[in-house]
């Protein structure tokens, strides 16, 4: 069985933090690099940050080093993404998936970063 959940977003301010979770399925997240998306309807779907399975090999969008961390428990099948200094247009909904994506892959429910200015 397929699981995505995010959780953690939430309302701040310009230059405040949030700390984004997603637990996910076994079948989903093990020996995969994992990402975290962010994507709003009308808006494309931009790669934020990645991580490989050992976690030895992180990427980030440039517009969000040095302010976002990733991080993943492959134990707990869970990962994490710490966004400090949230500006304005880190305002989306945030979504966790595998680093590689197909056509069909599933996709969670998401959960809304609000950065107010």
């Known amino acids: 069985q397929v699981q995505l959940v995010e959780s953690g977003g939430g309302l701040v301010q310009a230059g405040g933090a949030l700390r984004l979770s997603c637990a996910a399925s076994?079948?989903?997240?093990?020996?995969?690099?994992m990402a975290w998306y962010r994507h709003a309807p009308g808006k494309q779907r931009e790669l934020v940050a990645s991580?490989?399975?050992?976690?030895?090999?992180?990427n980030y969008v440039d517009s969000v080093k040095g302010r976002f961390t990733i991080s993943r428990d492959n134990a707990k099948n869970t990962m994490s993404l710490q966004m400090n200094s949230l500006k304005a247009e880190d305002t989306d909904d945030y979504y966790c998936?595998?680093?590689?994506?197909?056509?069909?892959?599933?996709w969670g429910q998401g959960t809304q970063v609000t950065v107010s200015s």
């Open positions: 998936n595998r680093l590689s994506l197909r056509r069909e892959s599933y």
């Open positions: 076994r079948s989903i997240f093990s020996g995969y690099s």
């Open positions: 991580i490989s399975f050992g976690s030895t090999v992180r």
